[in-house]
């Protein structure tokens, strides 16, 4: 029985709870594996000793209705949201939330399902969950000063990614903490990098870029112990990668072929072009896409007509970090385009592509924002998940 079953059969035993007096232990006869029992018994029984806490949690939030008079499945929908959410500390509460969700749209009548949500979703904020999830996982970036304070364009750059990913480690219960130095430099960089790989209670580290002017970036990325470096950015996890794999993959090139894939676009056999040779973008997401059998050439700022080269290939990915570098007339028609690039003009963030003609051009297109930024986040939350497992073990 998968957890998805387990719930659903919970909700049933709710259900028949109203109306039968069998003994739960005949019920749980129905069920088959043992973490699924578990599961039904602990949240079953859960939520029939909580109900009335339940009840008046969820009847206080459900501003406009009486909790009372809701149809039997929504309050029951409901009670088992909330208890996932304030008593399961394994379970996410975005995935409660989700879930909660899921199953109101399939067995909720019409009226409720549009509240469920947000009545769950206040119950989690208000539930301190979130101060609770810090205990789950940890992922501290290490931020220049001007990161910390937003003084001047660099700092503001790192500071908005890291923002990002407070946010989404916030929804998904992983706590994203930040350190910042004051005027920082290498050494004192090194130095704080260096007491983090030591802390047994710090299972992933990131080192947000850009630094300041002046910082060796790639010695600071250097010192990430190779099983905290969750964005595969230090030359161990490079070399790892260079060989064949081992470490954590840099979040953004595996984005890229995510996306792709996602996408069913075919890499295999096809010629591609990358534009832009960083440690962090360019080279990792070549080696990647070699990895998956293309035909891969690099371009970087000394290479000469660009156009030439790019009017060539099957698929473009273009990481530099310049407004419009990538234009239509660039492009074989149908050609496939990732966009990496993000930069800010007028207050907007904006690719390296030139969205008006590329787009009447390409077979398909990632946008900016959205595409490739939001996904690199998720995945690399997801090897801070990953990082704290292994450490726990
Ligand atoms: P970077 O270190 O500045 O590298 C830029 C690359 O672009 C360099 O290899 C540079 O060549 C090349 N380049 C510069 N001007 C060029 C031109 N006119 N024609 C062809 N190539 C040119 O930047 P990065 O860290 O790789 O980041 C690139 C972009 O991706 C930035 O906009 C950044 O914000 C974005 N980014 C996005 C994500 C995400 O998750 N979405 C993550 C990281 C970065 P040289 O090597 O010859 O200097």
């Excluded at 079953?44 to 009335?52: H, P, S, V, W």
């Excluded at 501003?63 to 996932?84: C, H, P, S």
């Excluded at 990915?317 to 239509?328: D, E, I, N, S």
């Excluded at 050609?335 to 592509?353: Q, R, W």
């Amino acid at each position: 029985m998968q957890r998805r079953e387990a719930r659903e059969f919970v909700l049933s035993l709710l259900y028949r709870h109203e109306f039968v007096e069998t003994p739960l232990a005949d019920l749980l006869d129905e069920v088959d594996t043992g973490d699924q029992r578990s599961y039904v018994e602990r949240v079953y029984l859960g939520i029939l000793d909580r109900r009335a806490e339940l009840d008046a949690l969820i009847g206080e939030r459900t501003v406009g209705w009486r909790f009372e008079r809701l149809a039997l499945i929504d309050r029951n929908i409901l009670r088992l949201g909330a208890f996932e959410i304030l008593y399961l500390p394994e379970v996410p509460p975005q995935v409660a939330l989700d879930e909660a969700v899921e199953l109101a749209k399939k067995y909720g009548t019409e009226n409720a399902r549009s509240f469920i949500n947000g009545i769950l979703d206040r119950i989690w904020k208000e539930s301190g969950r979130h101060a609770g999830a810090e205990r789950e996982a940890g992922c501290r970036g290490a931020a220049g000063e001007a990161g910390a304070t937003g003084e001047g364009p660099r700092g503001k750059r790192a500071s908005a990614y890291l923002r990002a990913k407070e946010r989404l480690g916030k929804a998904v219960g992983i706590a994203v903490e930040r350190v910042s130095l004051t005027s920082p430099t290498t050494e004192t960089l090194l130095r704080t990098v260096r007491d983090l790989a030591c802390d047994p209670d710090v299972p992933a580290l990131l080192v947000e870029a850009p630094l300041p002017d002046g910082v060796d970036t790639q010695a600071i990325r250097d010192a990430l112990p190779l099983e905290k470096d969750v964005d595969g950015a230090g030359t161990a996890a490079l070399g790892r990668l260079l060989a064949g794999g081992g470490g954590y993959l840099p979040a953004t090139a595996e984005a890229v072929v995510t996306l792709l894939h996602s996408y069913g676009i075919r890499i295999a056999g096809r010629r591609v072009v990358v534009v832009g040779r960083s440690l962090v973008v360019g080279r990792p997401l070549a080696l990647l896409l070699l990895a998956e059998d293309a035909t891969v050439t690099v371009c970087h700022s000394r290479t000469t007509d660009l156009a030439a080269i790019t009017r060539e290939a099957d698929l473009v990915c273009v990481a530099v970090g310049r407004p419009g570098l990538l234009t239509g007339e660039m492009i074989r028609p149908g050609a496939a385009v990732v966009d990496i690039g993000t930069s800010s003009v007028d207050g907007k963030i904006v690719g390296d592509a030139h969205w008006a003609s590329v787009s009447e051009v390409a077979g398909a297109v990632s946008p900016v924002p959205g595409g490739v930024g939001p996904l690199t986040n998720v995945l690399l939350l997801e090897h801070v998940a990953e990082a704290t497992e292994r450490a726990a073990r």
